[in-house]
């Protein structure tokens, strides 16, 4: 089984995918949380059964009709709605307390100077996970002929991902109304990881095998090292998303965006680590881009 040989299907599906996430971002866009938008938020957790259309009527009747409610676990919600006073947040939850017995309610009241700059951090988080593990890796393949296309290919492969994950949930945001918040941040740095740990995984084969010399042909060689650890990628895969699925099942919406984006970046890095970026790096090797375009136009 030579998947490598394949290379040229396998980017024109990442590019058919990258385009459909690009245009569900640019028709849709991205559904903001709070932690980048700025607003109020309240948590309401009561020992008695709360029913959600009374509090969405409750909520409406105090003037708060764009409040979003979403259901967090037996009897405990999160309303979100426009940034108030602290003489509006106190009455708000007055009125809530006294409208529902038994209700203890939490508050988080972000201004719009704070989600600036978590978007500015989460920015710099990002950048500075990519640009450090670029690094990283040209360093670690040093040995190797052109080190840092090695980084460059992992780099285009988490890219690759996390886009997909960005694509899917401006998706579900647009249909279902979710929403990024900083858990989807984890989650995506926690791709990230996954993604570019089972890329060098596979990298790092190619170079044993490389210098044992089992081919001088970089294609031969980085075929023979993706099949050696596709059984240990795909086993890898399955075993964390068993997991994840549990965390869904069983802990539910708190973890909703976390969960999901690990869960679409699980599966989206197995492909690319054993398909995209071997076959990015074996591509720039033998310098095949201009045979790409030539294949592509006469079909």
């Not at 995918?17 to 569900?24: C, D, K, N, W």
């Not at 037996?74 to 529902?100: C, G």
């Not at 993706?226 to 240990?232: A, K, M, Q, Y």
């Not at 964390?240 to 099942?249: D, H, I, W, Y």
Request: hydrophobic share 50%; net charge neutral.
């Amino acid at each position: 089984m030579n998947i490598i040989s394949k290379r040229l299907w396998y980017f024109l599906i990442a590019g058919i995918l990258i385009l459909g996430s690009i245009g569900a971002l640019t028709m849709f866009g991205l559904k903001q949380g709070i932690e980048f938008t700025s607003g109020f938020e309240m948590t309401i957790e009561s020992t008695n059964p709360i029913d959600q259309m009374a509090l969405t009527q409750e909520l409406a009747k105090l003037g708060y009709q764009d409040a979003l409610i979403r259901s967090s676990g037996s009897n405990e919600y999160i309303v979100q709605t426009h940034q108030v006073t602290p003489a509006e947040s106190d009455r708000l939850v007055s009125s809530i307390k006294d409208a529902f017995n038994g209700s203890q309610i939490q508050t988080d009241n972000i201004m719009a100077s704070v989600s600036d700059e978590t978007k500015r951090n989460t920015g710099i988080a990002i950048a500075a996970a990519i640009v450090g593990m670029l690094l990283y890796i040209a360093w670690a393949f040093h040995k190797m002929p052109s080190p840092f296309r090695y980084g460059t290919c992992a780099i285009a492969g988490l890219l690759f991902d996390v886009g997909i994950a960005l694509g899917v949930f401006s998706i579900l945001g647009h249909i279902m109304g979710w929403e990024i918040n900083l858990l989807f941040v984890v989650g995506a740095l926690t791709v990230i990881g996954v993604s570019v740990n089972n890329t060098v995984i596979v990298f790092d084969r190619i170079r044993e095998n490389w210098n044992l010399g089992i081919s001088s042909n970089i294609e031969k060689v980085a075929s023979i090292s993706v099949i050696e650890t596709l059984t240990r990628s795909i086993n890898t895969s399955l075993t964390m998303l068993f997991a994840l699925f549990v965390l869904v099942l069983f802990v539910g919406s708190p973890i909703f965006n976390f969960a999901t984006v690990m869960i679409i970046g699980v599966i989206s890095g197995t492909f690319t680590s054993s398909c995209i970026s071997p076959g990015l790096l074996v591509a720039w090797q033998k310098n095949e881009w201009g045979t790409f375009s030539k294949k592509i136009s006469s079909q």
